[in-house]
């Protein structure tokens, strides 16, 4: 009966490891490929809501905006770069700032006065004046006088090589191909007057670009009326009723250098003399008439 039970036990497990077993035809078969479901729902864009930029723009989102340097952050920025700190500091008493010298004048060869204005506002122009004055004579100031505009360039008068470090720049609304209003010479005239009395500027110095840049520049152009200014005290003129001949022995070349010229380019020199004072004629080479005008210069003035 032992053995009866024995088997009948025996028989019992065999079927139920028999249930539990996996087949050997599943074991081997690969495993099914995932189910993808894709949305088709189409979507109308006109029905999207699309929040305008003050409501994007919470208050953890609002940009960083660039930082504007004033005129006072760029000279204070200067300052602090003019102190050695390699050196003990106490400070004198006796001090004072750059003081005009000269008056650059100059035509803006661009279409309007706003045209010019933002020239001198954009940071890859590096160009600027003090002054800007409209045909209409409107005046804007764009510089403290006593700052260091880039106005002049590469430029030389006399044994000055840095005019702008000496200078005040006057642009003229004027594209240089026609004369400059009476308006615009009148309100100049004021201006001219205001700088000379201000800043004790002798009357000789009062210049155009060309004088200084005969190289490369011809503004103001011949419209401009020197011998007005110089007959209110802003530059010099010839005295057109006493011309007389000029000595033998007189050098034009050392004459014009005398007078401010850089004659390392005489042709460039003698264009930019005869653009201010000779007008009909702006070749470049020097007549017995234009020796004459240079020399009663000469004489008269230097």
Not at 56 to 61: D, M, P, R, S, V
Not at 174 to 181: D, I, L, Q, V
Not at 210 to 226: G, N
Not at 236 to 258: C, H, K, M, Q, T
Request: aromatic share 10%; hydrophobic share 35%.
């Amino acid at each position: 009966m032992n053995k009866t039970y024995n088997y009948i036990n025996l028989l019992f497990y065999v079927v139920i490891l028999a249930g539990c077993s996996t087949p050997k035809s599943r074991v081997l078969q690969p495993p099914a490929p995932p189910v993808l479901r894709v949305d088709t729902t189409k979507i109308n864009p006109d029905s999207v809501s699309i929040p305008s930029v003050t409501e994007a723009l919470t208050e953890n989102q609002t940009p960083a905006l660039p930082i504007l340097r004033t005129t006072e952050d760029r000279i204070k920025e200067m300052m602090r770069q003019g102190i050695n700190k390699n050196s003990d500091w106490t400070e004198a008493v006796h001090y004072d700032i750059r003081k005009p010298n000269f008056v650059v004048i100059h035509h803006t060869a661009q279409h309007s006065i706003n045209q010019t204005i933002r020239t001198f506002q954009l940071e890859h122009t590096k160009v600027s004046a003090h002054y800007v004055i409209g045909k209409d004579g409107q005046v804007v100031q764009m510089l403290n006088d006593y700052l260091r505009s880039w106005h002049a360039g590469r430029s030389k008068w006399g044994n000055i090589t840095d005019m702008n470090s000496v200078s005040l720049g006057i642009e003229l609304d004027n594209n240089g191909r026609e004369p400059f209003p009476e308006a615009q010479i009148n309100a100049l005239l004021t201006l001219l007057d205001t700088v000379k009395t201000k800043y004790q500027i002798p009357f000789t110095n009062f210049l155009g670009h060309a004088d200084i840049t005969p190289s490369r520049k011809d503004d103001p152009s011949v419209f401009f009326p020197w011998k007005k200014l110089a007959e209110r005290g802003f530059g010099v003129w010839y005295d057109e009723s006493n011309l007389s001949p000029v000595p033998a022995d007189f050098n034009y070349v050392d004459a014009l250098r005398i007078i401010g010229y850089d004659v390392a380019n005489l042709r460039a020199a003698i264009i930019a003399f005869k653009r201010k004072f000779i007008v009909v004629d702006t070749s470049g080479n020097m007549t017995e008439y234009d020796k004459r005008v240079l020399y009663n210069l000469y004489r008269r003035y230097f």
